[in-house]
T-cell receptor
């Protein structure tokens, strides 16, 4: 079945730095790759997604890149702010989610 | 106001009891899902339904049951056969799903936290 590996499990950065989280998947038939942000005790919320017909998508400080050949996709956050602190999940929905990356942005 | 509603938000269960978690959506979505989240871990799929009167097991279906009698409702029953039911349960929906693959954004409810006493 589908498998997703997400790294790193924790990431600490200083405010203003960039953060990169990477996910590797196994099913080459997958064609939709979202990233979710979950704050403590709250529901996951979609922050950005990408479909297999494009290699990169940007939304202000957030970007997602997709390498279908290597079967991995990455979340890039630039100019990080303390409110970016949360757990981020990649997914190959709906069956498989990554194990999450806890991002801590220090002022 | 469109969305997906879960209830109750908090639930306590004694060992040996069955409990049912409610999930209702007014987004007119065909597909609905139940996930379990344990502390510090990702989401694991329990059951999903692509259409009314049909549902499929996810990775951790043992000890759980669901029904999909109406498009907008997908209740989850945690049975006494589930040996470790204490967790945070999330319901989600998406416009559609084909062959078990979501084709778009998952919309999540606020979750139900179940604790076994």
């Amino acid at each position: 079945g589908e498998n997703v590996e997400q790294h790193p499990s924790t990431l600490s950065v200083q405010e203003g730095d960039s953060a990169v989280i990477k996910c590797t998947y196994s099913d080459s038939a997958s064609n939709y790759f979202p990233w979710y942000k979950q704050e403590l005790g709250k529901r996951p919320q979609l922050i950005i997604d990408i479909r297999s017909n494009v290699g990169e998508k940007k939304d202000q400080r957030i970007a997602v890149t997709l390498n279908k050949t290597a079967k991995h996709f990455s979340l890039h956050i630039t100019e990080t702010q303390p409110e970016d602190s949360a757990v981020y999940f990649c997914a190959v929905p709906p069956l498989v989610f990554g194990t999450g990356t806890r991002l801590l942005v220090s002022p | 106001d469109g969305g997906i509603t879960q209830s109750p938000k908090y639930l306590f269960r004694k060992e040996g009891q069955n409990v049912t978690l409610s999930c209702e959506q007014n987004l007119n979505h065909d597909a609905m899902y139940w996930y379990r989240q344990d502390p510090g871990q990702g989401l694991r799929l329990i059951y999903y339904s692509q259409i009314v009167n049909d549902f499929q097991k996810g990775d951790i279906a043992e000890g759980y049951s669901v029904s999909r009698e109406k498009k907008e409702s997908f209740p989850l029953t945690v049975t006494s056969a589930q040996k470790n039911p204490t967790a945070f349960y999330l319901c989600a929906s998406s416009i559609e799903a084909h062959l078990g693959k979501s084709t778009g954004e998952l919309f999540f409810g606020e979750g139900s936290r179940l604790t076994v006493l």
